[in-house]
C-alpha cells in the first residue's frame, strides 16, 4: 500500500451516511459520520446537569444530520426544538447516528465482535488455518 500525500488525505471522501425513512416527516433524513468538528460540537454538550435523554438525542442529530452536499441541517440553537420532535422518530435517527459513529454499549460490543473476528484468521505463521466453518464446506462442495 502506498503513503498518502496531504492532497490525498484532505481530499478523500471519508464520511459515511445512510438515509433513514421518516414518513412522519414525509421523508428521509441522512445521518453520517461526524467529522473531527461534528463531534468537537457534539462533545462540547455534554455534561450538562439536568440534561436528560433527549438532550443527548438531539445534540446528537445536530452533529450527524446532513443535507445532500453533506452540510449540517442543524445548529446547536436547534437542540430544544428537536426535543420537542416526536420521541419514536428520536430514537430511530439516534439509533442509526450511534451505530454509524460508534456509540454506545451495541457500539462497543460490535467493535470487540469485529476485532476478536479479525484476532480468529490465519496466525500467519505460513500454516493455513484450521477452523473452517459450516459454510466453509458448504462452499467448496
Known amino acids: 500500500m502506498s503513503l498518502l500525500s496531504k492532497d490525498a488525505i484532505l481530499g478523500a471522501s471519508d464520511i459515511i451516511s445512510e438515509d433513514v425513512p421518516v414518513p412522519e416527516w414525509g421523508g428521509s433524513v441522512r445521518i453520517c459520520v461526524m467529522s473531527g468538528l461534528a463531534r468537537d460540537v457534539f462533545v462540547s454538550g455534554e455534561g450538562k446537569p439536568d440534561a436528560g435523554f433527549s438532550d443527548f438525542q438531539a445534540r446528537l442529530l445536530v452533529a450527524t444530520a446532513v443535507d445532500a452536499a453533506g452540510e449540517r441541517i442543524f ?67
Open 75 to 141: 445548529e446547536p440553537a436547534d437542540v430544544e426544538r428537536l426535543q420537542a420532535k416526536s420521541r419514536t422518530v428520536l430514537d430511530r435517527l439516534t439509533t442509526v447516528a450511534m451505530r454509524l459513529n460508534g456509540i454506545g454499549h451495541q457500539a462497543q460490543e460490535d467493535i470487540a465482535k469485529n476485532s476478536g473476528a479479525a484476532q480468529s484468521g490465519d496466525t500467519g505463521s505460513g500454516s493455513p488455518s484450521t477452523s473452517a466453518s459450516p459454510s466453509d464446506a458448504s462452499s467448496k462442495n
